[in-house]
């Protein structure tokens, strides 16, 4: 028999800026990044990053909860440009991280460090890997594809694990992600067609 699941929606504020764009299509970053949304495909890109690498609340949330524990912990992410800031962020909480992405494949710090953080792009581990020795996930970003969602949780809650499996859902108020969240939890993919529904009616 596995152990209890309990999932920890994290909400943090939407900026400016992720209500501007979605309200112009268009945005400039304080940086001087501009983000145009001509195009659903586009559209719906930026606004899922504008909720995870250029949330200055969203990344502030992620520090907080390595702050909060020293157990293991696996981190999914979508965009290098977030990884970025997730290397960032374990290197000045001085926490030891593994990598698996489509280039990398780094589980050492996951195997001897009990307070390692194992950093983890969807399509290249989520299936497949176990990681029992850890029984807490933070989705910093949200997949949109049902079955990447469902079977990352399996990484952590599979046969052997003896404890409880935490999930904190790092969530953007009022934004797309609370949208995906949604239709991941019916099992369905966020798609162009859904957001155009939601976003362009």
Not at 95 to 109: A, H, I, M, Q, T
Not at 119 to 140: E, R
């Amino acid at each position: 028999q596995l152990p209890e699941q309990t999932i920890i929606p994290v909400y943090v504020e939407t900026s400016k800026e992720y209500r501007r764009f979605m309200k112009h299509s268009i945005v400039e970053l304080p940086d001087g990044t501009e983000l145009i949304g001509d195009q659903i495909f586009t559209k719906r890109m930026y606004s899922r990053q504008l909720c995870g690498q250029y949330s200055k609340a969203k990344i502030e949330a992620f520090r907080e909860l390595l702050q909060s524990t020293n157990d293991r912990l696996i981190v999914f992410y979508n965009f290098t440009a977030e990884l970025e800031e997730l290397e960032a962020a374990c290197n000045d909480a001085e926490r030891p991280f593994s990598l698996v992405n489509g280039s990398c494949k780094r589980l050492d710090e996951y195997e001897k460090y009990e307070d390692s953080v194992t950093l983890i792009q969807y399509a290249a581990g989520s299936l497949g890997l176990n990681l029992q020795k850890a029984s807490k996930i933070v989705y910093f970003t949200l997949p949109e594809r049902s079955d990447l969602f469902e079977q990352s949780k399996k990484r952590t809650h599979r046969i052997g694990q003896e404890r409880p499996c935490f999930y904190w859902i790092l969530m953007c108020k009022g934004s797309v992600e609370e949208q995906i969240y949604q239709t991941l939890q019916e099992r369905k993919d966020w798609t162009d067609q859904l957001f155009e529904e939601v976003y362009e009616t």
